[in-house]
């Protein structure tokens, strides 16, 4: 009996192994898709939409969510050559939407909405951006920084046409990316950027218009 029981932890734990290796098959991306569906209706999804692993979609009260034509959205670390620390969440707050477009790449995306979120079309997303347009705490004074910040803080967020934004970035709440920007990886997008621009940093700064040649030994 000790042998078996030996012998039965050995296969089990050879099976996590392979499948700790394993790419998650594409029926539970689809199964997801359906599942979210089903639970929210105001969750809209268009044709072609593909997900990749396990996602959450979390709606409080009405609101809506819209994925675009061809979306993609990738939770499964394997299915990403960056890899992916967590899988997308998509949660609106009562009244509030989600917006995205047609052919948008989404790889671990955290996206929070109390008003709006928008994300254009042909846009890609890297790996762990998190979204979101509002604070959600007061910053002053400090007694009520446990409380939630009124609803009236929040502050729409605008993601342009064929956007790129890097690994790890954070786009903050009021912000406007204008068509054909680049954020930079690990960047916190404060203020706006405007279109066919390079941004990065902390806070994100402006260094380059994308439609110009840059300059002799400068950042491509």
């Known amino acids: ?13 050879a099976l996590r192994f392979t499948l700790r290796f394993r ?10 898709l359906l599942w979210n569906r089903l639970l929210h209706p105001d969750f809209h999804v ?15 009260g009405e609101g809506e969510i819209r994925l675009g034509r061809k979306a993609r959205l990738i939770s499964d670390p394997k299915r990403s050559d960056l890899g992916v620390r967590s899988a997308i969440k998509l949660v609106t707050f009562p009244g509030a939407r989600v ?9 671990g995306t955290i996206v929070v909405a109390r008003k709006s979120v928008e994300i254009g079309d042909d846009t890609m997303i890297s790996p762990d951006v998190f979204i979101m347009d509002s604070d ?15 609803i009236e803080e929040a502050r729409p967020v605008k993601i342009g046409r064929r956007v790129w934004i890097g690994l790890g970035a954070i786009i903050l709440k009021g912000v406007t990316i204008g068509d054909g920007a680049a954020i930079g990886a690990g960047s916190v997008v404060t203020r706006d950027i405007p279109p066919n621009t ?10 380059r218009r994308l439609d110009q040649k840059p300059p002799e030994g400068g950042t491509a």
Request: glycine letters at 10%; proline letters at 8%.
């Open 99 to 107: 917006i995205v477009g047609d052919h948008v790449l989404m790889a």
């Open 23 to 32: 790419k998650w098959p594409a029926w539970v991306g689809r199964c997801s």
């Open 198 to 207: 390079l941004a990065a940093g902390v806070p994100a700064r402006i260094i």
């Open 1 to 13: 009996m000790a042998s078996f029981a030996a012998g039965l932890r050995k296969r089990l734990a």
């Open 136 to 150: 959600f705490h007061t910053l002053w004074p400090p007694e009520r920084r446990f409380d939630l910040a009124p």
């Open 46 to 60: 268009g044709p072609g939409v593909r997900a990749r692993g396990r996602f959450t979609v979390v709606m409080q």
